[in-house]
């Protein structure tokens, strides 16, 4: 998976906020952003890992599609899981993963 991964700023703001706040802005941005890209790759080993023992991983297009499409959030994918799935299962983002492959298919039907 491919992500973008933009931060624009200028440098006459960036020069304002570290002479008035006496603070490393720069730093801080880029602190986060590494916080972000570790995580992001995190997920992806975590997910190879459950991948390579037999889970099934299901891609929703994107959240903004389900929520405009069906009037739903994350957190309505979360609660429809834990109310449908027999096995384990975890979602980061757009990817879902799960122990069985029946709990896939069924979120699948409901959700891509």
Same mark, same amino acid.
């Given at each position: ?9 200028? #440098? /006459?703001v #960036?020069?304002?906020l570290?002479f /008035?706040?006496s603070?490393d ?8 952003? $590494?916080? =972000?890209?570790? @995580?992001?790759?995190?997920? =992806?080993?975590m997910?190879?890992? #459950? @991948?390579?023992?037999?889970?099934t991983e299901?891609?929703?297009? $994107?959240?903004? &599609?389900?929520?405009d499409?069906l009037n ?5 994918? /979360?609660?429809?899981c ?5 096995? %384990?299962? +975890?979602?980061?983002g &757009? $990817?879902?993963?799960? /122990? @069985?492959? =029946?709990?896939?298919t069924?979120f699948? #039907? %409901?959700? +891509?």
């Amino acid at each position: 998976m491919n992500k973008p991964l933009k931060a624009t700023w200028s #440098l /006459e703001v #960036l020069q304002a906020l570290t002479f /008035e706040n006496s603070l490393d802005i720069e730093k801080d941005v880029m602190d986060a952003a $590494s916080k =972000e890209i570790t @995580k992001e790759i995190d997920q =992806e080993i975590m997910r190879d890992l #459950l @991948k390579a023992q037999g889970w099934t991983e299901v891609i929703v297009k $994107s959240a903004g &599609t389900v929520a405009d499409q069906l009037n739903q959030s994350w957190v309505d994918l /979360e609660m429809w899981c834990d109310q449908n799935c027999k096995g %384990k299962y +975890t979602g980061w983002g &757009t $990817s879902w993963i799960f /122990e @069985k492959r =029946e709990d896939a298919t069924f979120f699948a #039907l %409901k959700w +891509t």
